[in-house]
């Protein structure tokens, strides 16, 4: 892994992808005591930064292998970005998800083409479930994670974020990042490494599921207990990957764990103060900027809103709690 | 008024004013049977396009009329504009507001140090106590849509709509645009009948207060018969201006008007597919390319969402009726 792939999946995105938007917001500066800046990630195509992954991973396979197709497992989010980069080469996609997944996020799957397979996520596995698949029909698995073109691909956005906060005039901040299995802690941390070295990544997890926080801790990759149980589903993984957590342990700083009540008091914020709308998952980095802040020594914090697929009662609960903020 | 004081407006809003993403989403291409692109006014600072107009014509005002201050009317958006405007300007500002305005807006509107006076809707002519204050305290008046400049930085979202649905492939196209005084539709549409002339913009209204609807009809300015009633409440005006009538009389297509469920119905997909959020009156011209394709003969639908100040209420009503989308 190194800043080479990460801008090769840059130049295969352009014209692609979407170029999502800093935005920031004089109260949300109050609030954390200095300034924010959010990368909309919400606002790439299917929802979430995923896409530059499933993109990244779609355009590097050689094309005899796309054209049989390929599977994935995922919450959602990963779903819908293999399976829109997948239909855009007209590949077939076979999604394995959870059968508790919001079902925004399963609708959208299959709206974009792909076969879903739902499995039990507190008795089954997913990766066995995904290899048996893969096997028994030629296709090409591609992990949310510990595949080092989706890293490069989620790297992506941290390019953009180097370049995007030099223009307001940000060199020196702490980068906050939602962390699920670490492909997009692991790749923005890479390429601000590369492209913007005042710039440390901190990852951000939901209390109770904070599996990369203790692994940084203890130099060592550690488990989550659970396998469900937050309103987070986007970020909830088992452990680090073994490709990731090597990067992370070099280039991240400790990890920080919210609550799943300050992700919903992020949510009402952005949507008040933002206009954008983020799932729990997508907006745990924001919590920790803004709910966080004795935890962090830095003079401008920038949090990647990674995503914005989420049910509407969970969007209310958010509104009900927090009131817009 | 001509393409000339637009681009001006334009050179003096660069590296100030957010150029807002134009989004898209396969959903809604295939609700409207065509492609659908979504200008994002809603990130704009403040949170609608009226910080454009603000912006314009705080900048274009001499040095010492600036510093002794400015005043305002306006349900909210124009309030924040000005007010934003102003704050970075160091130049006081009085905003008239009506008491019935949506909190966030009356709220976020001191918070960008502005002076709120509050007129009851129903009983007090805006105009009238706007210039009574105007001359007792030295202020300059900054008109909502019937000014030169305002009609000008409105017309910055023009430009920038030529130029990004270009880079898209989109040429031809019809441009709905939420109408108030038609501040917006009239900005709008000077700068693509110079910029891109394969596009026409059509203004949208709320059922009952579509008075540039028949106005463009008539062929002369006609009146709305109440002054409240839509949950629109950012695009309910009396009439369209003087300025802005024959801009829109000579530009412009058929208005269309849509129902407040339509409305809320458009920010409830906004929700589900954009990721974004839009307040009714900013949600209009979504609703009449999804909902209103009948009327419209064009290859290609361009919605300015053109602003999401929306009460949490208001905004749990969609997604009670609408479930998301």
């Known amino acids: 892994m190194n800043i080479d792939l990460i801008e090769a999946a840059a130049r295969r995105f352009a014209g692609v992808g979407r170029r999502t938007p800093l935005l920031a917001s004089p109260d949300l500066d109050r609030i954390a005591g200095r300034p924010v800046l959010v990368k909309a990630e919400c606002l790439q195509h299917t929802g979430s930064f995923k896409f530059r992954g499933g993109w990244a991973a779609l355009t590097a396979l050689p094309a005899a292998a796309r054209a049989k197709g390929v599977i994935a497992y995922s919450s959602g989010n990963h779903a819908q970005g293999v399976a829109l980069a997948a239909a855009r080469h007209g590949a077939p996609a076979v999604i394995v998800m959870p059968s508790d997944a919001p079902s925004v996020k399963i609708d959208n799957t299959r709206a974009l083409g792909a076969e879903v397979v739902l499995y039990d996520r507190a008795a ?172 962090i020594d830095a003079p401008a914090l920038i949090a990647v809103a990674s995503g914005g697929n989420v049910d509407p009662a969970v969007f209310r609960l958010a509104l009900d709690r927090h009131g817009g903020g």
Chains 1, 2 share one sequence.
């Not at 088992?238 to 070099?250: K, Q, V």
């Open 124 to 295: 089954e596995d997913r990766e066995a479930i995904g290899k048996a698949i893969a096997e028994a029909r030629g296709l090409t698995l591609i992990r949310p994670y510990d595949e080092p073109e989706v890293i490069a691909g989620q790297g992506t956005c941290g390019l953009e974020i180097a370049e995007d906060a030099a223009t307001e005039g940000i060199t020196a901040a702490t980068v906050l990042t939602p962390c699920g299995g670490g492909g997009l802690t692991s790749g923005v941390a890479l390429a601000l490494a590369a492209r913007a070295p005042g710039m440390q990544v901190r990852p951000v997890e939901p209390e109770g599921f904070d599996d990369t926080r203790r692994s940084l801790a203890a130099g060592r990759i550690e488990r989550n207990a659970g396998a469900g149980g937050s309103i987070c589903d986007a970020i909830v993984t088992p452990a680090p990957g073994t490709l990731t957590f090597p990067i992370m342990a070099r280039l991240c700083g400790p990890g920080i764990a919210v609550s799943d009540d300050e992700a919903l008091r992020a949510m009402a914020l952005a949507f008040a103060r933002l206009r954008i709308v983020l799932e729990p998952g997508g907006a745990v980095a924001l919590a920790a900027a803004l709910f966080h802040g004795a935890e």
